[in-house]
Nanobody, 126 residues
């Protein structure tokens, strides 16, 4: 089983920044796709970014381009999501997740992810 350890959520004001981290241990594939998926209250899950560990190629949802940055520290199996210029619409639970499906250039539907972290809450207030 994959074990995740997520951290970094919190409450910030509009325009603020947060850095989320996710350690993923025991992923059974190499390479694999690692994504960040969020779910806002009353809304469907939405992938915001992903990274293909084979090439390092990344994908961003249009709603977060220029504000979110996904990165990895391969030696530590740790992934990061730097979130800048936070807006009220960014309020959600953010999950890291992994799948063997290839990614890095396109949107990965959340249902394609096989293993999920526990989630971390991000709340943006004005």
């Amino acid at each position: 089983q994959v074990q995740f350890s997520e951290s970094g959520g919190g409450s910030v004001e509009t325009g603020g920044s947060l850095s989320l981290s996710c350690e993923a241990l025991g992923v059974p594939w190499t390479p694999y796709c690692m994504g960040w998926v969020r779910q806002a209250p009353g809304k469907e899950r939405e992938e915001v970014a992903n990274i293909w560990t084979g090439s390092g190629q990344t994908y961003y949802h249009d709603s977060v381009k220029g504000r979110f940055t996904i990165s990895r520290r391969a030696a530590k199996n740790t992934y990061y999501l730097q979130i800048n210029d936070l807006q009220a619409d960014d309020t959600a639970i953010y999950y890291c997740a992994v799948t063997s499906s290839v990614c890095g250039s396109w949107y990965m539907p959340p249902e394609e992810y096989k293993y999920w972290g526990q989630g971390t809450q991000v709340t943006v207030s004005s």
